[in-house]
């Protein structure tokens, strides 16, 4: 509602040598050094020893194993080893290499993405719902203000859509979610959209704020992936950052204009468009693009896996905070964070789940249109591969 806001959304482009997104296949998780290597090999070394030593246990005193697999015929058949009087000494290399395992194992445990679990929220009478809807509605006016490529979406379908988010939240047992802004991603060929849904209590129907094109996941290319479905929690665990603006060799400014904010959400198994398809791991975002060549192309299947929505839209969200309640969580305590601008106007209503679903429409409705003929021929040669 203010003049910064506009002034970052037509922010002017600066050149510089390293592109946002370089023709790189930068999404798949980088290879494990050696010493990495040799930490995991030895934490799978003493998982098998342990699981055969069980084995062999239970299958000498004819019980089944309990938290390993169950022992071969072969080793059922072996006598129970003899007890030692005393324990053998350890050598240095064995002391290593358990440090190492022990080392790799906590690794292991650290990058494991934590359980989504339901905020805290205050339990709210009725009037005070109606007051939480009547204001967070309010964001319907300044997202028709602000964002300049929106989709015109009939009643029937917002709630179509407000029933597949519920189906969504139900499946990762955040069915209760209520109190907070909640964006949904349709990845269908034939949608390609954003919307944003709000709701003040659990058991009303989630009401639309806005909509507007993007681009997900276009396979049958290397290294291009299907955006992932699922629900997926922004947060400072996985810092966001920001756009410099600057080609890449293509020529194109992948993350979009500078200043333009990257919703980064982590490592995440994503469907390979190539090949033989099964998975990998690659870096999902939520992103600008360059807003003169791939821009208006919202509304088909572009990117390389991440979401691309437009310039307008990622400055609204990020300017009124709509998936930032972890990040204010973080500014309430006391934390700068270099990435929130000190101008924003977070609202009360602050979220934090990103939740991609694929309707698989058969045919395109008349409020997604696709881009036309003078769009794509905008397009340079190799401008897919920019995220």
Avoid at 39 to 49: E, N, P, S
Avoid at 135 to 163: T, W
Avoid at 210 to 228: I, K, M, N, Y
Wanted: charged share 20%; net charge neutral.
């Amino acid at each position: 509602m203010n003049d910064n806001f506009s002034r970052r959304v037509g922010a002017r482009v600066y050149g510089g040598v390293r592109g946002d997104a370089p023709n790189l296949p930068h999404h798949r998780a980088p290879r494990l050094g050696a010493p990495a290597r040799r930490a995991a090999v030895a934490v799978l070394c003493a998982w098998l020893c342990a699981s055969w030593a069980a084995s062999a246990a239970c299958a000498a005193e004819g019980a089944p194993a309990s938290g390993a697999h169950a022992a071969s015929g072969a080793s059922a058949a072996r006598p129970a080893p003899k007890a030692a009087s005393a324990p053998a000494p350890v050598s240095a290399s064995a002391a290593s290499e358990a440090e190492a395992a022990s080392a790799a194992s906590a690794a292991l445990a650290a990058s494991a993405p934590p359980a989504l679990t339901l905020p805290v929220r205050p339990v709210l009478t009725l009037e005070q719902a109606a007051e939480e809807t009547r204001g967070a509605l309010e964001m319907r006016k300044r997202f028709a203000h602000y964002v300049d490529r929106r989709l015109r979406v009939p009643l029937a379908d917002q709630r179509a859509y407000g029933a597949r988010l519920q189906d969504a939240l139900d499946e990762k047992d955040l069915g209760e979610l209520a109190g907070e802004f909640v964006i949904l991603v349709d990845r269908s060929a034939n949608v390609q959209a954003l919307f944003i849904y709000f709701r003040a209590l659990p058991d009303e129907p989630w009401l639309m704020i806005g909509a507007s094109p993007v681009a997900t996941g276009r396979p049958g290319e290397f290294d291009h992936f299907l955006t992932p479905l699922g629900v997926f929690e922004h947060t400072p665990q996985n810092m966001d950052f920001r756009a410099e603006g600057t080609m890449n060799q293509n020529n194109i400014r992948g993350y979009g204009r500078r200043d333009m904010r990257i919703y980064d959400l982590g490592w995440v198994d994503g469907e390979r468009g190539w090949g033989k398809g099964g998975y990998s791991q690659m870096r999902f975002q939520m992103h600008a693009t360059d807003p003169d060549r791939l821009e208006p192309l919202l509304g088909i299947r572009h990117s390389k896996g991440c979401v691309r929505i437009p310039a307008t839209l990622n400055a609204f969200i990020d300017h009124y905070g709509i998936i930032d309640a972890e990040y204010q969580a973080l500014v309430d305590s006391g934390k700068s964070l270099w990435v929130l601008h000190s101008d924003r106007e977070i609202t009360p209503w602050a979220g934090r789940f990103i939740v991609v679903i694929d309707s698989e429409r058969k045919t395109r409705p008349a409020w997604s249109p696709a881009p036309g003929g003078k769009a794509r021929a905008k397009v340079p040669a190799g401008a897919d591969t920019a995220d």
